[in-house]
């Protein structure tokens, strides 16, 4: 059984782990190229793809989001023709939302590119590093599954 850090040093370990976390992620999403997508925008889009076709209520609770944010992004990746509605076949009442083919291939698109930057950057730590790096990964998989 894993030994569970002191309260105080799981404290420590916590904020430290968060903020540079969230470096990590405000770095990553300081590349955008002229257009790119908004946040809700592409984690709208990148859910679509990962969940398949699904309710703009089901897209909601996904995102922990209100309807009327939902809506409002899934207005604009329509008007770009990112997504589609088409009526749930078996309830007339509900639309079901897809993906586009250019919907689909930005996600893939967006996702190739984070991927050569996050290459980059690792090109630049040393073996001995990107071995540490890699050797965490399970560890911050299992962490990850707890929050």
Known sequence: MPV?????????????????????????????????????????????????????????????????????????????QLVNRAPDPTDGRRMILSLTRAGRETVHSKRTARTEQMTRALAALSAEERAQLMAVLPVLEHLAEEL
């Open 4 to 80: 569970r850090p002191e309260p105080k040093a799981a404290e420590e370990a916590g904020a430290a782990l968060r903020a540079t976390l969230g470096l990590l992620y405000r770095r990553l999403r300081q590349t955008r190229a002229a257009g790119d997508l908004s946040l809700p925008e592409s984690t709208a889009l990148s859910r679509l793809d990962r969940s398949g076709p699904i309710t703009a209520a089901q897209l909601a609770r996904l995102e922990q989001v209100s309807p009327q944010s939902i809506g409002a992004t899934l207005q604009s990746l329509e008007a770009r």
